[in-house]
């Protein structure tokens, strides 16, 4: 059955009240890019200000001189916004309900009230361990309310926290550490997910050893595992907050002050850190998460991203509690105890909105529908999906099987640097097309650009790399520590415009299609990975000479890793080192960058100039050996027949 992609789907009934409807959609949108500062200086009234702002937009995209304010003489609290605003009116309403990774566990139901009691807790213990305004703690932590806590524990006091995935290994948790110059890590025990058990606190050790001695270790309790402990330098996070006081003023913080750090991959380079500030991110993460889903007062909301991702900490956390909603946590993964947990979730907490990602929506629609619908899921009114251009096999399998048809997808586009959605379809507003992420949210400017000379391609339809020209509240600031290579990064090849990384489609109707990164950035089921980061992970084996990895098209994950090795003279391949280069990998980074295919390369494909054609070697992982273009300005011409022969992925 092929899948028409072309014809606009109405959107479904009972979207009449929506916050958006397609006519006030076209009104605000236009009004956002006519008179943005208007728009923004009304917007930004959704939070609670110490001390109102009085300038909306000072923003900047000139190379040399980029320059990103919202609202900068604003004075707020991030943490009184998601908390304490709340307390009078939904003090016993659930903020965070909390799931468990085994289903016999029973879940938690975390009141506003119990959210500031132990928000306000752990501030104090922070405090009590030196941290001030402007300090850096890092949190590796399990899908836990704790993890939540300790970002607005930290957002309280101003500290600015930086998350590491709890899937990364010490190697990549130290590097985080030393980059951030953190005082303090937080991490729990052990970390039960999928039935199988990461030991999170022993990595800490493993990469505290690389740290700053000073570095403090702040420990959940979570599992009671047991573990090891360094006096004067771990200590019992649970324990102290019991002693501390419920009681901890918030400091007031000015709009542009950073409220956290997430490092992200790049096409070079070691990971960078992304800059959020408070004020701008807030509003626009609540802003996103109000209209995107059109969640309304007394929803339960669920994202299934993990709290180390940008999605966790916009549509987890900020965006959700800004709004005073019912977030939920959930702890395990979609596959255990077997394929229905995620409906069996949904159905259990009658939730409203779910949200994920197209990776685990392949993974359950290779199962028996009957895992989907043995479950009551009348309680869903709309569908997201967010981190790679969903297929339309799985669109179509999300709308009719798990949404019985009745729940507006919305295909959310946007990045770690966006802070929020800035292509997506409004589910009372937008028709929607099975794998575009559609139209531009209010204020956003994308355009198409042609690839080679950066001209502004203005028909439609119009194919290049994707750019906006203007700045949105939630925009990156800087990379820590490195605002020139923000500006290369970002600001520098297609002046006056952010550049993506993303190549992109309009269409006749204006509906924008992602056709997948342009730069050497893979996205591994939703994971983004520089693939520089695998070739620097493999060259640092003593038995590795060279590597070069791609991506290659993944039934499940999206991409897969598809490494090619070229080894010592004197060291032979074998099955064992094939293994051990796997392994090594993983402890290097974590088990999110295990190649899935290394092919061993006597040679790797170099111009003369010893750049590695990498268009080659896509195309050779992809089992596309007929159309590789030029190879005449190889060095070496038939190591590429080698290669061909030798090829791992036949289809
Ligand atoms: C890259 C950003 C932002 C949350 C998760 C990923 C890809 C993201 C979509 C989508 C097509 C998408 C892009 C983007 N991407 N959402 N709906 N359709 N592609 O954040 O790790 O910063 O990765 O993910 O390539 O550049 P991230």
Redesign the pocket.
């Known amino acids: 059955m092929t899948i028409d992609t072309n014809t606009k789907r109405p959107i479904p009934a009972g979207f009449e009240h929506a916050h958006a409807t397609p006519h006030s959609y076209a009104a605000m949108y236009a009004e956002s890019i006519s008179d943005p500062e208007g728009f923004w200086g009304r917007e930004g009234k959704r939070l609670d200000w110490i001390k109102p702002y009085s300038k909306v937009k000072n923003t900047n995209f000139e190379f040399g001189e980029v320059s990103i304010k919202w609202f900068e003489d604003g004075v707020l609290n991030a943490c009184v916004n998601c908390v304490d605003r709340h307390l009078p009116t939904r003090g016993s309403q659930t903020a965070i309900i909390f799931e468990p990774d085994n289903p016999d566990s029973p879940a938690r139901h975390i009141t506003y009230a119990e959210l500031s009691e132990k928000v306000n807790r752990m501030a104090n213990v922070l405090l009590s361990q030196g941290v001030v305004e402007g300090d850096r703690v890092v949190l590796y932590l399990p899908m836990i309310p704790e993890a939540a806590y300790a970002m607005l524990a930290c957002a309280r006091i101003g500290a600015i926290h930086s998350i590491v995935f709890a899937g990364f290994s010490s190697d990549a948790l130290a590097n985080r550490i030393n980059d951030s110059e953190a005082k303090v890590l937080i991490t729990a025990d052990t970390a039960p997910r999928g039935g199988r058990v990461t030991a999170l606190k022993s990595n800490a050790d493993a990469a505290l050893l690389n740290c700053s001695e000073k570095t403090r270790c702040l420990v959940v309790k979570h599992t009671g595992d047991q573990t090891t402990w360094v006096q004067g330098r771990d200590v019992d996070l649970l324990a102290q907050m019991e002693q501390a006081s419920p009681d901890c003023p918030p400091r007031a913080m000015n709009a542009e002050d950073p409220l956290f750090i997430l490092y992200?991959s790049g096409s070079t380079g070691r990971p960078k850190g992304v800059v959020h500030s408070i004020g701008g991110y807030l509003a626009f993460a609540a802003m996103t998460h109000e209209y995107t889903f059109d969640y309304h007062d007394g929803d339960v909301f669920w994202c299934t991203a993990d709290v180390g991702?940008?999605?966790g900490h916009s549509y987890i956390v900020y965006g959700p509690l800004a709004n005073g909603a019912t977030t939920l946590m959930f702890e395990g993964v979609p596959t255990f105890p077997d394929a229905g947990r995620f409906w069996q979730v949904c159905e259990k907490h009658k939730v409203n909105q779910f949200y994920t990602a197209p990776t685990a929506i392949r993974a359950l629609m290779a199962q028996e529908d009957e895992f989907v619908t043995r479950h009551d899921l009348s309680s869903l009114r709309v569908l997201g999906?967010?981190?790679?251009?969903?297929n339309p096999e799985a669109w179509a399998w999300y709308n009719d099987v798990v949404g019985n048809g009745k729940c507006p997808i919305v295909?959310?586009?946007?990045?770690?640097?966006t802070g929020g959605h800035l292509l997506t379809p409004l589910p009372g507003a937008t028709e929607t097309k099975p794998g575009s992420?559609t139209v531009p949210f209010f204020g956003i400017k994308p355009v198409i650009l042609e690839p080679e000379s950066g001209k502004l391609l203005e028909d439609n339809p119009a194919e290049g790399v994707l750019c906006f020209a203007d700045s949105w509240p939630g925009q990156m600031r800087t990379i820590w520590g490195d605002h020139q290579r923000f500006m290369e990064t970002y600001f520098q090849q297609y002046p006056g415009y952010y550049f993506?990384?993303?190549g992109a489609l309009r269409d006749e109707d204006g509906y924008y299609w992602?056709t997948?990164?342009v730069d050497d950035v893979i996205?591994v089921s939703?994971h983004?990975m520089g693939t520089s980061e695998v070739e620097s992970a493999l060259v640092a084996h003593a038995q590795v000479a060279e590597a070069a990895v791609v991506g290659y098209p993944h039934e499940i994950k999206g991409q897969g890793i598809y490494a090619y090795v070229t080894l010592m003279h004197d060291v032979e391949p074998s099955d064992g080192l094939r293994k051990d280069l796997e392994t090594w990998v993983r402890t290097q980074i974590g088990p999110i960058a295990r190649p899935d295919v290394i092919q061993w390369a006597p040679g790797l494909p170099k111009t003369r100039s010893g750049k590695i054609m990498r268009r080659i070697l896509r195309k050779i992982a992809e089992n596309d050996c007929k159309s590789l273009g030029d190879i005449t300005t190889l060095a070496d011409p038939e190591v590429v027949d080698d290669l061909i022969a030798n090829r791992m992925n036949r289809g």
């Not at 999906?385 to 969903?390: F, H, K, L, R």
């Not at 295909?411 to 640097?417: H, K, L, P, V």
């Open positions: 992200t991702w940008v999605t999906t967010v981190g790679e251009p969903i295909d959310t586009w946007w990045q770690t640097e992420a993506t990384g993303d992602i997948g990164r996205n939703g983004r």
